[in-house]
Nanobody, 122 residues
Framework: QVQLEESGGGLVQAGGSLRLSCTGSGRTFSRDNMAWFRQAPGKEREFVAVISWRTSTTFYTDSVKGRFTISRDDAKNTVYLQMNSLKPEDTAVYYC???????????????WGQGTQVTVSS
């Protein structure tokens, strides 16, 4: 069974940091682009960051540039999202996703995790 499992979410004060992890099982994701999306209550799921396979090229949504860093460790079949200087508006369920030709659109991703809650208090 192919799965992606997120971890590392939690409650943090504004200005704090969290590191999310997403580990795949059932197949290697070393030839997939890996991304993070988030969904806040009452809002649509939105793109956060993506890292390509082979070159590890990264791309971020404007609201997290300079604060979040996406990285990957293919030996561990894991992608990370380091989140610094967190703001209350970052509060959401964060999902990781994998897709060969996908970039910043959710429609391109075939594998999704169950999500991990991130709550930033003011």
């Amino acid at each position: 069974q192919v799965q992606l499992e997120e971890s590392g979410g939690g409650l943090v004060q504004a200005g704090g940091s969290l590191r999310l992890s997403c580990t795949g099982s059932g197949r290697t994701f070393s030839r997939d682009n890996m991304a993070w999306f988030r969904q806040a209550p009452g809002k649509e799921r939105e793109f956060v960051a993506v890292i390509s396979w082979r070159t590890s090229t990264t791309f971020y949504t404007d609201s997290v540039k300079g604060r979040f860093t996406i990285s990957r460790d293919d030996a561990k079949n894991t992608v990370y999202l380091q989140m610094n200087s967190l703001k209350p508006e970052d509060t959401a369920v964060y999902y990781c996703a994998a897709g060969y030709a996908a970039w910043d659109s959710a429609a391109g991703y075939g594998y999704w995790g169950q999500g991990t809650q991130v709550t930033v208090s003011s």
